[in-house]
């Protein structure tokens, strides 16, 4: 692979503060060098070394892709009139993930599939170059299992979510579903899957109960998130810190001593706006979370139910207006946020040696981002080096 000089960057994020200014190590009058799919070298436009190529930026912004680290894209159907019925006043309940399920199970791999990289391709269209997804939406031990098989043909970053609800075949008998997803389901998930997840939730599974699947998925080998006080307040995110979760996802219900666990430990705190912005829930308090010093991270939770967007930026601009982020956090929670999340430390910056993954946006800075809600910024996306978009 040739080695690729992209000049004339307006501002330039690396999210590397040796490089340039502020947490983001911003770079004004910028250049970056690509080679073999990593960057090489970062830094003022005028001290640029040479490349076998040159792309001329224009003077727009360029920010490392988005790290998408929570969302459930292995599904088929939609809940077009269930969110209908929400937007007319009903509330969200985590009954209506059945209908998916139902739906999910009764779609072929190619379906599912075909699914996946349509909404895959769109995310990439907006800047994401690394996703997480998980299964959720299957309930059956093959039907996990099977979701997880299709999801890792196409990320590293795969999560078991056997636990999303108690499946409707056991509505009379949790505890046993517990067990399957404790025992078989896991057995045949686990060679698929990076991750562990459970839904720790009123309607869902209580804290016992998600203690015992994240404990069980450990012993496996796969690593703890997840989706913790999202509808109510409750025990999943002290159960993830407890842990040492990589992530306790969604944060909207959060007493002082969550807090106050999340602040002393390393489980990153990942909002997911577009889930209250389609339920018509209370945002995040993300201020909170930063004057505390947790690490936040910004995703899609991109799914048929809470939140049918897989647009990173427009999570920005709702992070920006109204969970009293800044522009600059939102990016970087977006980026780096998104890579500690998943534990990466390849992706979600651009200084030398990180994967050369990056959006190129029809704005001269990523300010634009929250600044200009819903315009479609992204120009170029690259990916390992290559143009993807
Ligand atoms: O993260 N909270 C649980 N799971 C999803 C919603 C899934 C659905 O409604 O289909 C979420 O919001
Ligand atoms: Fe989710």
Redesign the pocket.
Known sequence: MSSTLITRIGTLVTNDPALGDGPLGLIEDAALVLDGGTVAWAGRAADAPDADERHDAGGRAVIPGFVDS?S?LV?AGD?TAEFNARMSGRA?S?G??R??VAATRAATDEELEANLTHYLDEALRQGTTTFETKS??GLTVADEARALRIAARHTEEVTY?GA??VSPDFAEDPAAYVELVTGEMLDACAPHARWVDV?C?KG?FDGDQARAVLTAGMAKGLVPRV?AN??TYGPGVQLAVELDAASA??CTHLTQADVDALASGSTVATL?PG?EFS?RAEWPDARRLLDAGVTVALST?C?????FTSSVPFCIALAVRDMGMTPDEAVWSATAGGAAALRRTDIGRLSPGARADLAVLDAPSHVHLAYRPGVPLVREVWRRGTRAV
């Open positions: 929570h459930h599904f809940r969200y985590a209506g993930i209908t998916t959720g939406y979510l999303h609800i839904f939730e869902a989706h999202q509808l996802d969604h997911l889930a339920t939770d799914n048929p139910g809470s939140s």
